[in-house]
């Protein structure tokens, strides 16, 4: 009788449908919620990552380009006015801001001192538009596999109660709840590991490109 009613489970667990899809479908509204929570972070993840992506492998050109045209240039007041007006290279609109600032300003009186301030918060209005999506990277990679973790323990939460309710601990009966369980922390994991990873590769990158926007100005500052 026993070996009938374990052949049973069995049959009834090999035969049942674990495809991501049923599994989704099957899980209750709060695993379902935390289900698409993690898909939507993990989508936009992604859209960030290969947004800063070609972010930096574009202002890393942009700015060498400009830097070798700089140095080759007469002076930069000439190479100030010779400038495309719709540059976007962040080491030349602080360039050009500087600039704008020093023209404008008639007295020559504590120079150093005004373009300094002025080339300081030009880099840092441009490392604050580079750097735009860095919280929702680490925020993901921290905060991912925790949402993960709830969804899998009110999953288990339910398969208890499936098995409480139904008096059968056979493995047909807890199988489907533990699978979807586990989906949630997968998927998880799935959202923080991209995340986590980018975030610590864009942020090195942005400490690089902060630093050489930092030299350049130093740079710059010895030629006013």
């Known amino acids: 009788m026993e070996a009938d009613i374990s052949t049973q ?3 009834l667990a090999s035969s049942a449908d674990f495809s991501l899809m049923n599994l989704f479908l099957r899980a209750d509204i709060i ?17 960030v990552i290969i947004d800063k992506f070609r972010l930096f492998k574009k202002i890393n050109e942009t700015s060498e380009d400009f830097e070798k045209k700089f140095w080759n240039s007469k002076s930069a007041e000439s190479f100030y006015n010779n400038l495309p ?6 080491m030349a609109l602080v360039f050009k801001e500087a ?23 030009g880099i840092e209005k441009q490392m604050s538009k580079i750097s735009k999506g860095f919280t929702f990277l680490a925020t993901v990679g921290s905060t991912a596999p925790f949402i993960g ?8 939460m339910n398969s208890f109660q499936s098995i409480a309710i139904s008096r059968n601990t056979s493995l047909a009966i807890v199988a ?4 979807e369980a586990l989906f949630a ?11 986590v990873i980018a975030y610590n590769k864009f942020n090195n990158d942005s400490i690089k490109y902060s630093q050489r926007l ?5 740079r710059f500052l010895t030629i006013i």
């Not at 935390?34 to 992604?46: F, G, N």
């Not at 300003?105 to 300081?120: A, V």
């Open 9 to 11: 489970a069995v049959g």
């Open 31 to 47: 695993v379902k919620s935390v289900i698409i929570l993690l898909i939507a972070c993990s989508i936009y993840s992604w859209a």
């Open 85 to 90: 007006s719709n540059i976007e290279d962040p």
């Open 99 to 121: 600039m704008q600032s020093l023209i404008k300003k008639k007295s020559r009186s504590d120079l150093e001192s005004r373009m300094t301030t002025m080339l300081e918060t």
């Open 149 to 156: 973790l709830f969804g899998t323990v009110w999953g288990i």
């Open 176 to 179: 489907p709840g533990i699978a």
């Open 185 to 195: 922390t997968a998927l998880g994991l799935l959202a923080a590991i991209p995340a």
């Open 214 to 218: 930092e030299n350049f100005s130093k």
